[in-house]
């Protein structure tokens, strides 16, 4: 993924600065909760919702496991339509390619509609080692870009700033990458976005080349879909002379039919809209209409990987609706810059470890960055279990195991840093597989109730900064039930048959 | 029917107080339970946080204390939900790494017949009135594993709506997750300690006297919460509401 990530902290340390933010905090808290009841009333109006849930679950299960017969199908009818179809291995590859493509045409600068793809390879980035200057046109991209920032939202990646952030961002910077700012420009929601239309339009009308991603691609015909909100991605998809277009193999749907599900699922997941303002389509090319010439870069960039692995295959359904952000509490209080990746939140967490792998500080914590609360599946419109993945994920992180890494089977190791967690963890196993032993621990910590110390040592300092630690009881439960039921009690049940650990037959 | 008590680990050493509050609820409303004494954990602690080879004879384990049971009764919708969602799971996995069908064969008998106590009290006994009678203000919060995991729905309003003398408030943004999670209040303190933070605000500002969940692990967070926060809320599991009478107020 971009290099712009590599680096990041481990979760719980770039979270700790959001959660101290309280700017940040509000904003989020305001725009996640907003956005969720919106959801759930636009969820509630479809009676068909568990219905179109499974459909789009099945759908999805069914393109990955024939995902070679449906791309290759998808590469005939796209060059039928008159379009040429790449192959992209990784993140580099994928660059080289557009960065050739644009390179050929001449030009130095391009229109990006927004895409979650070319932010994934840090497309930017490589276009402008190249002298290509790459422009966002989505509004919140345009404000990301601008602040020389990150999103931090999958569908709305400024979700981070207020309307005063935003004001001055654009009085300060609109005039390095453009059209200034006007003057005066205050924080009204119309006055920021007309300003952004006036520095936008020059930008459609002057560009040659468009960027794109894709939200699906339909293989029967060739055609690649976007929805959208503001109409600025159409602008670039069908404005320029050339069109390219990034995106991940996972996107395929088979027929017309199977998109119809999606379309209903993706806005109302997302924005809580029916419909999206624009749903833009396009077959390959039309003599003077459109792009004369359409490149499809299709990017596999660690989805394969990701297939090969039954539990955390489900990641690859997502439709990159975001829902599963804005519900999440950890998500809420940590921001998205805190994921170290484009995918931030409950998805990104299953999907930036599955797609780059464990052996980075922040892709080995990712899984743990959550509490498992299992909001995030609740609403996920094609019913991923994240919580499942997380935990597998986990599992792949202390225990290592094997896994496919660039198409071939790999054992890997467990991560550092977590050799005390395995003795605890081997330690506790040992207890619990002898209930006298358990008991005996239970009576020691009760004997020395008086002297433990109120706040914990190593690694449960975390919690006991901040909470108060249980008292532990005079008498354990087990110890309760003894002395009151005795050991006759005990025998007439059917326990009666199950003796502690070391007494038998006492 | 020979029921038992599957108490969880957590209970048993830190809160026997629930323990002896489902005993006497259960046996007032007519059910012998039993403690079979050879119960420790069930492995959730152990799965959950990335560990599932060493939870699996932890699962044999509980099979082998609990299999001859009827049923099998806890209150804890987290060990509920790691018994009948993971455990299912757990012998999925072993098969399909081809170590047989044998884990999946010993923990099949055990997952249907395990409930979580109020499932046990609505479904199974058919009650929801169970004569208790309780004088407080109460707020419920639903604990995320019985919420979403197991699906207890409705079950613990109506247990506690039946309840005599108690005042149920509602609590604001109750679905949302305290922020314990496990291993989670360790790893990711902060952002643990911001939910728990918000969750006791929103318990504070419905006015009640006591914040009661079917969890003891969540309450241990919430309630450790509170205690730093000096808030004037206790936190007390559902068990020990239910099991208070007018002749014998529990404490």
Known sequence: ?506 | MRVALFLTCVNDTLYPDTGRAVVKLLTRLGVDVDFPAAQTCCGQAHYNTGYRHQAEPLARHFSDVFGEYDAIVTPSGSCGSMVRELYPRMGERARAEGRGDGLARALAPVVPKTYELTEFLVDVLGVTDVGAYYPHTVTYHPTCHGLRSLGLGDRPARLLAAVGGLDLVELPGARECCGFGGTFAVKNSDVSAAMGTDKVRAAESTGAEVLCAADNSCLMHIGGTMARLRTAMRPVHLAEILASTEKEPWS
Request: aromatic fraction near 4%.
């Open chain 1, 1 to 506: 993924m971009s290099g712009t990530y590599l680096g990041m902290p481990a979760f719980p340390a770039a979270a700790r600065d959001a959660v101290r933010d309280a700017t940040l905090r509000a904003n989020l808290r305001h725009a996640t909760h907003t956005i969720r009841d919106k959801r759930a009333k636009a969820v509630a109006e479809l009676d068909d919702w568990a219905r179109l849930r499974e459909a789009g679950r099945q759908i999805k299960d069914h393109t990955l496991r024939h995902l070679g017969d449906h791309l290759l199908r998808l590469e005939e009818t796209v060059t039928a339509a008159g379009g040429t179809v790449h192959w992209a291995t990784d993140a580099d590859e994928a660059n080289r390619i557009v960065t050739g493509l644009v390179r050929a045409t001449g030009e130095r600068e391009v229109v990006k509609v927004k895409s979650m793809a070319t932010q994934e390879i840090g497309l930017n980035e490589a276009l402008e080692a190249a002298g290509i200057r790459a422009y966002e046109t989505d509004l919140a991209e345009l404000i990301v870009q601008l602040g020389q920032d990150r999103p931090s939202h999958i569908l709305v990646p400024a979700i981070h700033r207020n309307r005063g952030e935003i004001r001055d961002i654009f009085a300060r910077e609109m005039e390095r990458w453009g059209r200034p700012a006007p003057d005066g420009l205050t924080d009204s929601p119309a006055e920021l976005a007309e300003a952004a239309r006036l520095h936008l339009r020059e930008k459609f009308l002057r560009a040659k080349v468009g960027v794109s991603g894709a939200n699906f691609m339909v293989a029967e015909t060739g055609t690649m879909v976007v929805v959208e909100s503001e109409g600025n991605g159409r602008m670039c998809l069908t404005l320029p002379e050339t069109l390219i277009s990034v995106v991940g193999i996972e996107k395929v749907v088979p027929t017309w039919r199977d998109l119809e599900v999606f379309l209903q699922t993706l806005p109302r997941s997302s924005t809580a809209e029916r419909m999206n303002p624009y749903t833009s389509m396009w077959t390959g090319t039309t003599d003077g209409d459109g792009p004369a010439a359409f490149h499809l870069v299709l990017l596999d960039n660690g989805r394969t990987d990701t297939l090969a692995d039954e539990v955390g295959r489900q990641a690859l359904r997502c439709i990159r609706c975001s829902a599963c952000l804005n519900v999440c509490p950890v998500y809420e209080r940590a921001g998205g810059h805190a994921y170290g990746s484009v995918y931030p939140g409950p998805i990104g967490a299953i999907l930036s470890p599955q797609l780059r792998g464990t052996a980075s500080e922040i892709d080995a914590s990712l899984p743990y960055a959550s509490s498992l609360c299992g909001a995030c599946y609740e609403v996920c419109p094609v019913a991923i279990d994240i919580p499942e993945v997380l935990v597998h994920l986990r599992e792949r992180v202390v225990q290592g195991g094997e896994f496919t890494r660039h198409g071939a089977k790999t054992t890997l190791r467990p991560a550092r840093g977590h050799a005390a967690e395995r003795a605890a963890m081997r330690a506790a196993g040992l207890v619990f597989a002898r209930p006298g032993l358990l008991r005996a621990g239970q009576r020691l910590a009760a004997r020395t109730r008086r002297i433990h110390p109120r706040t914990l040592p190593g690694p449960g300092r975390a919690w006991s900064a901040t909470r108060d630690l249980p008292t532990v009881p005079e008498e354990s439960f087990r110890d309760w039930w003894r002395r009151t039921r005795g050991r006759g009690a005990e025998a007439t049940g059917a326990a009666g048959a199950r003796t502690e650990d070391g007494e038998a037959g006492a």
